[in-house]
Nanobody, 128 residues
Framework: QVQLVESGGGLVQAGDSLTLSCAAS????????MAWFRQGSAGERELVAA????????NYADFAKSRFAISRDNAKNTMWLQMNNLKPEDTAMYYC?????????????????????WGRGTLVTVSS
């Protein structure tokens, strides 16, 4: 089993930056594809970004490509999501997830059902 714990959420103003962290414990997640998802109050949970086990490949949702950056440090069992120029529509609960099944980021489907482990989320609120 892998336990994922998110941190770093909070209340910020539009245009601010915020960095979320996801700490993994238990079984090593170093060879898993990791991802960030988010869910707003009125929407479905959606993919924000994903990163390969080695950290050399990344996949972003269109809304995240120019403003967010995903990274990981396997030695620290930690993944981050750097979010810049935040907008009110970025307000959501942000979840860390791990895909323990897909071998490569290229073949991974990155759907909700493809994730084997989930954190409980950290809330990001962006005021206008």
């Amino acid at each position: 089993q892998v336990q994922l714990v998110e941190s770093g959420g909070g209340l910020v103003q539009a245009g601010d930056s915020l960095t979320l962290s996801c700490a993994a414990s238990g079984r090593s997640a170093n060879d898993f594809i990791m991802a960030w998802f988010r869910q707003g109050s009125a929407g479905e949970r959606e993919l924000v970004a994903a990163i390969s086990w080695s950290g050399d490949l990344r996949n972003y949702a269109d809304f995240a490509k120019s403003r967010f950056a995903i990274s990981r440090d396997n030695a620290k069992n930690t993944m981050w999501l750097q979010m810049n120029n935040l907008k009110p529509e970025d307000t959501a609960m942000y979840y860390c997830a791990a895909d323990a099944t897909s071998r490569t980021l290229t073949e991974a489907e990155l759907g909700l059902s493809n994730m084997d482990y989930w954190g409980r989320g950290t809330l990001v609120t962006v005021s206008s």
